[in-house]
């Protein structure tokens, strides 16, 4: 089975409850099946990004017009 796996936020690294229950639910998910993790990461660190695309398909979407520079609150009023 092919499994997209569609996250709001960069689950990697998982330090955080969000992360962490994206990262082990695609992770518990690709054992079985073919699972492609699609998410924002615009802060990611290249090298974790690396890490995660050798347990994991990673797709890195591009926002456009970026946050850059934006803080959360500004970013949520402007959706």
């Given at each position: 089975m092919r499994i997209l796996v569609v996250s709001t936020?960069?689950?990697y690294p998982?330090?955080?409850g969000?992360?962490?229950r994206v990262y082990h639910l695609a992770r518990r998910l690709a054992r079985n099946d073919e699972v492609v993790l699609l998410s924002p990461a615009d802060h990611a660190d290249p090298a974790?990004?690396?890490q995660l695309r050798e347990e994991l398909d990673v797709e890195v979407v591009e926002l456009?017009?970026?946050t850059a520079g934006r803080s959360k609150r500004v970013t949520q009023l402007a959706s």
């Open positions: 936020r960069f689950p998982p330090r955080w969000f992360a962490t974790d990004l690396a456009a017009g970026g």
